[in-house]
């Protein structure tokens, strides 16, 4: 139970690695406020935890929309009494548009939800962590905001802010107790790509190195990172970026 007494905000909670995290927490007992789009899909989500004797509660709400991020740092605070995790997971794909053909919808659209949506985060959940003496953040970028062609140029730009701004408050707020560590996931198999019409000359060009990637990774897989940076386990980790990509930006 290496989160007993704990509180966690988790973004994007409805499918993929926020569902693997916010299982995973609940399980090590966090008490955890899930925030995603699609209230039904989470509360499946929420009944399942609760069925299995974990503490949630969902939150519908989009992290584009600063009422719906303050909503879900009330809610922790009203339902557990404090906030002491948040993970920034929730996230978009812009379709590998190169970028002399991007539009500026498209790249509003990624860097509203995967960088702007963690801003809004910690500007809404630092005030409640300080009243308690601390907190710990967890946010999921990518291997493609370490290297410039894993995805697009709005994906990429948005992992490369969202590691800038995660390490800029664990410095900034790291004398308040508070952490605020990065995971750069490789490949994971998840729904993100679902649905999605690529653009095929850029998605060509963003797959060449797919050829050296050992493998793809679970959502578990991510989830266990997750658990050990929010964790006190990792109390004297702080601005990292925990590459998990089997190896492939090894190579
Ligand atoms: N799957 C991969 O290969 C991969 C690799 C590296 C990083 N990532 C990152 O991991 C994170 C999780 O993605 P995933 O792979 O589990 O995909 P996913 O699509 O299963 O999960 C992303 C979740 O974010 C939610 N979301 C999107 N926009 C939102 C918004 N405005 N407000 C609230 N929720 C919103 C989606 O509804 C979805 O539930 C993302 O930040 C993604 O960029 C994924």
Known sequence: MRLENK??????ASSGMGAAIAQLFAKEGASVVAIARRKERLQNLIDRINADGGKAVAVAGDVTIEADVRNAVKTAVQQFGRLDIVVNNAGLLDRFVPVAELDDDLWNAVLDVNLTGPMRMFRAAIPEMEKTGGGSFVTIASVGGLHGC??????TASKHGVIGLAKN????YTGK????????PGGVKTEIGAGQQANEAGAAICMTGMCVNPRMGEADEIASVALFLASDEASFV??????????WTAY
């Open 169 to 172: 408050v664990a410095y900034m």
């Open 177 to 184: 107790g508070i952490r605020s560590n990065i995971i750069a």
């Open 7 to 12: 509180a966690a905000i988790i973004t994007g």
């Open 150 to 155: 894993r995805a697009g140029p709005a994906y």
């Open 238 to 247: 702080n601005g990292a970026i925990v590459v998990a990509d089997a190896g």
